[in-house]
Each structure stands twice: as structure tokens, then as C-alpha cells.
Nanobody
Framework: QVDLMESGGGSVRAGESLRLSCVASEHVMRQKGFDLAWFRQPPTKELEGVAA??????????VYADFVKGRFTISKDTSNNTLSLQMDNLEPGDTALYYCAAVKKSGNWFTAVNYVYWGQGTQVTVSS
């Protein structure tokens, strides 16, 4: 069993920032080869990958969806078992329920079914 708990969502205006956090078990955060990601589900749409930290067994690398490049930053802090998503210059199109996901079985990073564990989600609402 892996527990993931998101926090940090809220309602902001366009151009403002939010920082999402996901606390995970130490095992998940420190295990080599475990990938960690943020997904979101906008109203009436499917889950979409936002960003991920991929571990090849030695090194971490961050990847982003094109629609958040230059605005969002994903990071991992193993000292407190936290995966974060810094979201700057938010747009109304970023309104969604944001989820933390862990442990990608195989396949590409931006496909939800490839992940084993999920948090409950945190709502982000951006008004114009």
C-alpha cells in the first residue's frame, strides 16, 4: 500500500501562482526506478499528464507537457518525502483537479493507466 496525499490547491486569478505538494511514503520517494508525476483532469475532460520526475535507476529527470513548459516546475524533496508542483502564471485553462501519481509500470510518462498509485486530488480553480 502506498499513500499519496496532495495539498495546496485553491482559487486564484489568472497570472497568480500556486504550489501543490504531495507527501508520499519514504519507500516511494527514495526507490530507484520509481517515477513520480502530476496529472490533472479539467472539467469534462480526460486525465492528462502535466509533469513527471523520471528515474532511470540512477538519475532523475524532469519532463513537462507542452502546455505548462516555462510556467510549471516539478521537484522532489526526499528529506520530507514530498513531490511538489510550482505553478506560475496560471491561466483559466489550468482549472482542474490535480493528482499525484507514483510508480510507472511501463510506457510513456503522460498516460495515466501506466501508474500504479494515486492520491485523492486537489482542486485548482483559475479565474480570468
Amino acid at each position: 500500500q502506498v499513500d499519496l496525499m496532495e495539498s495546496g490547491g485553491g482559487s486564484v486569478r489568472a497570472g497568480e501562482s500556486l504550489r501543490l505538494s504531495c507527501v508520499a511514503s519514504e519507500h516511494v520517494m527514495r526507490q530507484k526506478g520509481f517515477d513520480l508525476a502530476w496529472f490533472r483532469q479539467p472539467p469534462t475532460k480526460e486525465l492528462e499528464g502535466v509533469a513527471a520526475i523520471l528515474n532511470d535507476g540512477r538519475d532523475d529527470s524532469a519532463v513537462y507537457a507542452d502546455f505548462v513548459k516555462g510556467r510549471f516546475t516539478i521537484s522532489k524533496d526526499t528529506s520530507n518525502n514530498t513531490l511538489s508542483l510550482q505553478m506560475d502564471n496560471l491561466e483559466p485553462g489550468d482549472t482542474a483537479l490535480y493528482y499525484c501519481a507514483a510508480v510507472k509500470k511501463s510506457g510513456n510518462w503522460f498516460t495515466a493507466v501506466n501508474y500504479v498509485y494515486w492520491g485523492q486530488g486537489t482542486q485548482v480553480t483559475v479565474s480570468s
